[in-house]
Every structure is written in C-alpha cells, then in structure tokens.
C-alpha cells in the first residue's frame, strides 16, 4: 500500500480572487458613471425612466435617475447612495459626483494594473482630495446674501442644465426671494426647506409658477353654500371632529322604533348645532380641520351650519401640514372643545379659495405674525413637465442653501476641475515616489468634467480640453468652457457660477465613495 502522501499546502492558490473582486466591482461602478455621463451640463441629454407599473419620469437630474434604476450589483449601489449623500449635503451636482467618482475609479484600475497596492492609491487619493479642497478655496470668491446678483447667476446655472432651462428668468429669482423670506441673512447658516412649501398644480404653464407670502392649501373649501372668501378673517385649527361621537367600542344601537329614532337625530343635530354655535361665538370665521380616519371631520350637517352662520370651512388637512399651518399662521391647533378660545386662532386680512389650473386652493395672505415661511406653487401643462419644474426648482433652492452655508461662489463650465487638474500636477512635481504617481492619476481624472462638456456639446473634447489647459496654465483660473458660444471664456463674466460647496463636497464624497471601493477584496453572501 502506498504511503499516505499530504496533499501541498493551498494558501496562495486565491491569490488571483481580490484582484477580481476589485476589477468586478470597478466595472461595475464605471458602468453607472458612464450611463449618466450623458446627462452632465447645459448641454447634456435627458432620460426617460420606466417604471415596472408603466410611470414614465423624463429627467436629467443624476439623483432622480440612479434612485430609480434598477440595480444588481453592491458597487454599483454604492454609486446610488454617493448620489443621495450629494442630494442630501449640496442638492445639486448630483451627476458630477458620479462622473468624477467613475473616472476615479478608472484611474486607480490603471494604477492597479501597474502593481500599486490599493492602500497606497487610497491613502494618496485621500491626501489628493484634501489638497484639492484647499485649492478650491483658495480660488473662491467671497460674497455676501445681500449680493443679489452672485445668487442669481448661482441659481440660473443651476437651472441652465435642467429641461425648464427656458423659464430660468423666473425661477431663478423665486428661488433667491423664497430663500432669503425664511431666514435671517445676518444670523443664519443653514435653510430649513421644509419651510418653503411647494404644491403642485396640473394646467397652465411653467410661468404661471408663483410665490404666495403666506399660506397656501391645497384642499378646497368645503360646503355648497358657504363663503368662498373672507376679510379680516379668525382662523382657527381644529384637531377634534365635528360629527357625531363614536363609542370607543365595536358595537350595535338597535333602534326599534321611530320615536327614539327622531330621538337619536334630534341629539345629534343639538350636539352638532352647540359645537357650530361654540365656534361662533369664539368669533373663528374661518376653520381649518384636520383629517380623520376613524369618521368623519365634518359632517353634512355641521357643514349646513357652518353655511348659515357664514363660516368658511377647509376640512381633510393632512397630519404632517399641521407643523407648518401652525409655523406660518403663528397659531396653535386646538385639540378639544374646551379649548377653542380667541387666544389660540389667527388673525388675517384675506382667506378665499381661488381656482388654479384644473382645481382650487385656498390662499391665505396678509397674515398678522406671520411666521418664516413661504408658499410657492408650481404650475406645469402635463404630468411630466410639472414634477421636472418642481425638482429643478428644489435644485436651484439647494444651491442659494448652499451659498448661505458657506458664503463663497466659483466659476463653473469645468474651469475649477482644470485648475485643480493643472495646481494638483505642480504639486505631485514635489513629492517622492509613488504617491506622486498616483497624485498626478488623480489629477487627470480631474479632466473629465470639462471632457464631458466638451463631448456633450458637440465640441472637439480633446482640442477643447488642451486649449482650457492652456488657458489655465497662464493663470486664467476661472477660464471654462462656454458651450453656448463653442469657446473658451472668462466663466464669471459669462455669469456661470456655482457654491463652492457643491465642488468640494462633490470631490470629497467621489473619493472617499473610491476609497471604499478600493478597500473591498472579497464579497460574501449573507445567510438572510
């Protein structure tokens, strides 16, 4: 019998496996960037999204079309929540983040494929990025919320890219005017958006958009007979329902004759009728009430009330609008009976429900104490057209929040990506070895913003990007690509600019996004 012969030792036989892993989950990454490269700048192409049940989204924004993609692939996921993480931080440059992310990663293949570790080409990325956010700085422009020029021209580059690019002459200065009536310039440095509300309104067109100062509901007033508007009105927000009670129990009235059915309906109507007479005497002419699920708000008899004592009654208000309700009208809602006292309504000059496209608002101006906020509605002729206004329209409202978190603007068109590409190259001159290798990697891939333009405007890319280059290296820092005119310019005074925050948060979030990637060596299947 042969002797038992110990099969040979197979640590290293997987050696190949990270390698793979890396160059799988690169691919994969790449093919996400390349899918929405298309879509960058004034001049970038839109996509039509379909969804399983047949809703159909036309849209350039980056965020918009990665979260409704559907994907397979872990890495290329990464991508999606790198977008999200731009959407959520800037607001805008939600495509660029991608874009840069992916020529990252092509970067660091090339460097991988030459035998450099991906700690190393991690690590330096990391110290690149750093570098570059100082440089950034250091080129901006510091500007002040009074400026009201430098907002406009952040906004209006903001919407040249969109499908609405056409209407940028309205909703550029709505978005700047929304912005700047919530807070205040002097203290604050940071916009809530959930105090600019946007309701959406099919008929008419984009340029019917408006920005109402005050209040704005989207339900109509309800009662046949009713007051349809209202000076010098007392508002009051009820949380309780005027119908009839409920037990808290499950269970049956049998009512066996009509006398003690008339019964029934006479203390009905005398509950109903004291409630009315309540709130009539609290001097509310106007009432808002709160959606119920469990019966009725308001019911038809409360409402023929209301009628004759010529109150104006808004009912199914939805839950999370009371926050807001209460914010602007500067009131409290009033959650019994008990406690509908004068104290707690509001005071305006005008409540009255006007008609808007296909159906009816209330609007509610000229309110005393009015709280910060704002009401903007936005008017579109179809489906499609109305939610792409309403979504440039938060774009362009997250770049005047950016501006106002950090006070800085920078020229767009590419001109700071070449300008990081041309100061990174100098300075990767001065540093030993491999680093420099992979700084200089960083540099390059740098390039791909204005490439993209270039290639998405029709230009020549390469003879384009070399005469930018060129400008640059003659110390023309904010000379971009003009893709309106085919030529290299001064970007500021064509007026395109953008917040340094959407650059350097772009660029951060892109690498650190890599790193991960790169970290990554194997994939393992959960259990669940």
């Not at 005074?493 to 925050?501: C, H, M, R, T």
């Amino acid at each position: 019998m042969a002797p038992n012969v110990q099969p040979k030792m197979k640590a290293f036989e997987t050696k190949s496996k990270p390698a793979e892993i890396r160059s799988s989950n690169i691919e994969a990454a790449k093919a996400v960037a390349d899918a929405i490269r298309t879509s960058l700048g004034p001049r970038g192409m839109d996509k039509m999204i379909q969804s399983g049940k047949g809703d159909v989204t036309i849209t350039n924004d980056g965020a918009t079309i990665l979260k409704q993609m559907k994907l397979v692939h872990p890495a290329a996921k990464m991508l999606v929540e790198l977008s999200k993480a731009q959407d959520v931080e800037a607001g805008d440059g939600t495509t660029s983040v991608v874009v840069l992310a992916g020529s990252f990663l092509e970067a660091a293949q090339k460097l991988l494929e030459k035998g450099i570790h991906p700690t190393v080409i991690s690590e330096s990325f990391q110290k690149a990025s750093a570098k570059a956010v100082e440089i950034l700085e250091a080129m901006a422009t510091p500007m002040k919320l009074e400026d009201r020029h430098s907002l406009l021209m952040s906004a209006t580059t903001s919407l040249g890219s969109k499908v609405v690019s056409q209407h940028s002459a309205l909703l550029a200065p709505l978005a700047v005017d929304a912005v700047l009536k919530v807070i205040d310039p002097l203290k604050d440095h940071d916009v809530d958006l959930r105090d600019i509300r946007v309701i959406h309104k099919l008929g008419g067109t984009v340029d019917d958009t408006e920005l109402v100062e005050g209040l704005v509901l989207d339900q109509r007033s309800a009662g046949s007979g009713g007051p349809s508007r209202m000076e010098k009105a007392k508002i009051g927000l009820i949380q309780f329902c005027i119908s009839p009670p409920k037990t808290d129990m499950d269970n049956q009235v049998v009512v066996s004759d009509y006398n003690a059915m008339d019964r029934v309906l006479r203390e009905e109507r005398a509950y109903i009728l004291n409630v009315a007479k309540q709130v009539k005497k609290a001097g509310c002419n106007v009432l808002l009430v709160q959606k119920s699920i469990l019966r009725d708000a308001v019911s038809e008899l409360a409402l023929h009330f209301f009628d004759k004592m010529k109150i104006m009654v808004v009912k199914d208000i939805e839950r999370e609008d009371i926050e807001f309700i209460t914010k602007t009208l500067n009131c409290r809602p009033i959650a019994s009976l008990d406690h509908f006292l004068p104290e707690y309504m509001a005071s305006a000059d005008l409540v009255e429900s006007v008609p808007t496209g296909t159906s009816k608002v209330v609007k509610i101006t000229g309110i005393q104490n009015v709280g910060k906020t704002v009401s903007v509605i936005v008017r579109g002729s179809n489906k499609l057209v109305l939610e792409e206004a309403a979504r440039s329209l938060h774009d362009a409202l997250c770049v005047i929040r950016c501006l106002v978190k950090k006070r800085f603007i920078i020229a767009g068109g590419g001109a700071p990506e070449t300008e990081l590409a041309y100061q990174l190259t100098q300075y990767a001159q001065g540093l030993p070895g491999v680093e420099a290798y992979c700084l200089r990697a960083f540099a390059e891939s740098l390039e791909v913003i204005p490439m993209t333009l270039a290639e998405n405007a029709g230009l020549n890319p390469i003879a384009t990007v070399t005469d930018l280059r060129n400008k640059h290296a003659c110390g023309f820092k904010s000379s971009g690509i003009n893709v309106r005119k085919g030529a290299i310019t001064n970007m500021l005074d064509e007026g395109v600019a953008q917040p340094l925050l959407v650059t350097t948060s772009a660029i951060t979030l892109a690498s650190e996004t890599v790193r991960s990637i790169l970290k990554i060596d194997d994939i393992v299947n959960a259990l669940y």
